[in-house]
């Protein structure tokens, strides 16, 4: 891993036109440096500290994956558990095939359901038959779990993986993180999103694919946890789809992406908008990023870090979260 330079940041933020980031460089498992640099609120002169708090976007499916899969280790459920058979009221279209839909398909994209979508939910191809992103099938798998555990998720997160991963102040919900401290966001035109808060439908959190809302410590402090958890890692980076055709370097395991560059690297981006964000874990050395940002433009700032840091073109990851906005 290349060192980094404050100046040199500060440079692609201005270049890029991003306020803030919070930004943690992983070496062996364990968070080895920090940088916190521009504004949270770049109208009030409010700098980036380690409290602030960002919308995890995307970045709350590999956190859900790994809490997924600690129920498979407790024997709760299975990666091959049938979700309509347990949800049969759930609204999924009837068309063939739709009954075959597992744990895992959801987990690894191939379940064959559309991104987002109106209920019921459309099938747009075989589940098993190629990778297709899909939000709505992790909202899917979300509602069995709710059902299996007899609680909603925020609750399950707050009693059952916030505590065990040391995320202090993580939550589910916006309604339940210190306000004060989320960072603000701008637009593709440098503006500042206002009220965003009361445009967005907070009544449909809390939501597995994009809802955690927290800062650069928790999030290290989950990945160094998954780093640890060498059965867990193993799981979420076995190669299971290609994600782009032809296939390049980029696949997919159980909740996040598998990067096959110089070495494997669990590897996912977050995009809510005007907040966007990057995980790297390098799965035999352990080293890896952690990056938030509240920009629209934030992950151009965000890739040329990570190309800094391991010496690697990530054009193709880059092709594939512009594919995925």
């Not at 359901?113 to 099938?123: A, D, I």
């Not at 102040?169 to 009220?195: F, H, P």
């Not at 940002?293 to 965000?302: D, E, K, P, Q, T």
């Amino acid at each position: 891993m290349d060192t980094l330079h404050q100046e040199w940041i500060r440079g692609e933020m201005q270049r890029f036109q991003v306020p803030g980031i919070s930004l943690g460089l992983i070496r062996g498992g364990k968070t080895r440096e920090t940088f916190y640099l521009g504004y949270a609120d770049r109208e009030q002169e409010k700098e980036v500290t380690e409290q602030t708090l960002y919308e995890a976007a995307s970045l709350t499916k590999p956190l859900f994956a790994y809490y997924v899969l600690e129920l498979e280790r407790k024997g709760l459920l299975t990666t091959e558990t049938k979700l309509a058979a347990q949800l049969p009221e759930y609204p999924v279209c009837k068309d063939p095939g739709a009954d075959r839909i597992t744990v895992l398909h959801t987990l690894t994209h191939s379940a064959g359901l559309e991104n987002w979508g109106e209920k019921p939910l459309r099938l747009l191809g075989r589940p098993g038959e190629k990778f297709r992103y899909s939000g709505e099938g992790y909202r899917y798998l979300q509602a069995y779990v709710e059902k299996l555990c007899q609680d909603t998720l925020d609750n399950l997160f707050a009693r059952e993986v916030f505590p065990v991963l040391g995320m202090r102040t993580s939550a589910l919900r916006y309604y339940d993180v210190s306000c004060e401290n989320m960072a603000k966001c701008y637009d593709a035109i440098g503006a500042q999103q206002m009220d965003r808060y009361q445009i967005r439908e907070l009544d449909r959190e809390p939501n597995a694919a994009y809802s955690l809302y927290t800062n650069l410590e928790d999030y290290c402090s989950f990945l160094e946890t998954l780093w640890k958890e060498r059965d867990l890692l193993g799981k979420m980076t076995r190669t299971r789809m290609a994600a782009s055709s032809p296939a390049g370097k980029l696949y997919w395991g159980a909740g996040a992406g598998v990067w096959l560059g110089r070495e494997r690297m669990l590897w996912h981006y977050g995009d809510n908008g005007n907040f966007k964000n990057l995980l790297y874990l390098g799965v035999d050395t352990g080293d890896g990023l952690v990056y938030f940002s509240n920009s629209y433009h934030g992950l151009r700032v965000g890739f040329a870090i990570a190309e800094k840091v391991f010496g690697e073109d990530y054009g193709e990851l880059e092709t594939f979260a512009a594919k995925w906005e």
